[in-house]
Antibody, heavy 122, light 105 residues
Framework: QVQLQESGPGLVKPSQTLSLTCTVS??????????WSWIRQPAGKGLEWIGH???????NYSPSFKSRATISVDTSKNQFSLMLTSVTAADTALYFC??????????????WGQGSLVTVSS | DIQMTQSPSSLSASVGDRVTITCQAS??????LNWYQQKPGKPPNLLIY???NFETGVPSRFSGSGSGTDFTFTISSLQPEDIATYYC?????????FGPGTKVD
């Protein structure tokens, strides 16, 4: 059974960089046809896709985050990470990591972490 | 970006009721649409993929239909454990986008 677990600081000061790591267990991050995504959810609001990485290191980002977000992968640790620079209060949210399973043309977020709450405040 | 809308934003229903949620995409996305259920304090859970296919283990009371720009999600007989927020999500093109959600209580 694949499991994902987010980790990182729960409090970040405005203008600083948010850093989160997702540890994947129960399977290798390099096996299968998967992308590894970050998705966030402000309190009481909907879901927003930030970006994803393939194990080759290829990345895609939402234009809403393209200039501030960086997603990287560490295959030796079976982890992938998110860095979001120049944060403001608007970046306060529950951050999820998720596996994007690809079968033929179909893409689904089939496994999710429990989420990591990040608050941006001085 | 492809914009996703859902209606209603919330609904109240009783156990045994048939519940229908609609999702509309701002452009043709063929069948490239998924439905997720999210309970408070939990991550979303995939129910339906490619507009109408059941994820493994999902009860048959959940179903999806549609293609192009208009999609429907149905719970044939609402159960107490179905109280949740439901989201549609398109994967036709990046960035992936979600609907704003429909809260069922």
């Amino acid at each position: 059974q694949v499991q994902l677990q987010e980790s990182g600081p729960g409090l970040v000061k405005p203008s600083q960089t948010l850093s989160l790591t997702c540890t994947v267990s129960g399977g290798s991050i390099t096996s299968g046809n998967y992308y590894w995504s970050w998705i966030r959810q402000p309190a009481g609001k909907g879901l927003e896709w930030i970006g994803h990485i393939y194990t080759s290191g290829s990345t895609n980002y939402s234009p809403s985050f393209k200039s501030r977000a960086t997603i990287s992968v560490d295959t030796s640790k079976n982890q992938f990470s998110l860095m979001l620079t120049s944060v403001t209060a608007a970046d306060t949210a529950l951050y999820f990591c998720a596996r994007d399973r690809r079968v033929e043309w179909i893409s689904t977020f089939d496994y999710w972490g429990q989420g990591s709450l990040v608050t941006v405040s001085s | 970006d492809i914009q996703m809308t859902q209606s209603p934003s919330s609904l109240s229903a009783s156990v045994g009721d048939r519940v229908t949620i609609t999702c509309q995409a701002s452009q043709d996305i063929s069948s490239f649409l998924n439905w997720y259920q999210q309970k408070p304090g939990k991550p979303p859970n995939l129910l339906i993929y490619d507009a109408s296919n059941f994820e493994t283990g999902v009860p048959s009371r959940f179903s999806g239909s549609g293609s192009g720009t208009d999609f429907t999600f149905t719970i044939s007989s609402l159960q107490p454990e179905d109280i949740a927020t439901y989201y549609c999500q398109q994967y036709d093109s990046l960035p992936f986008t979600f609907g704003p959600g429909t809260k069922v209580d």
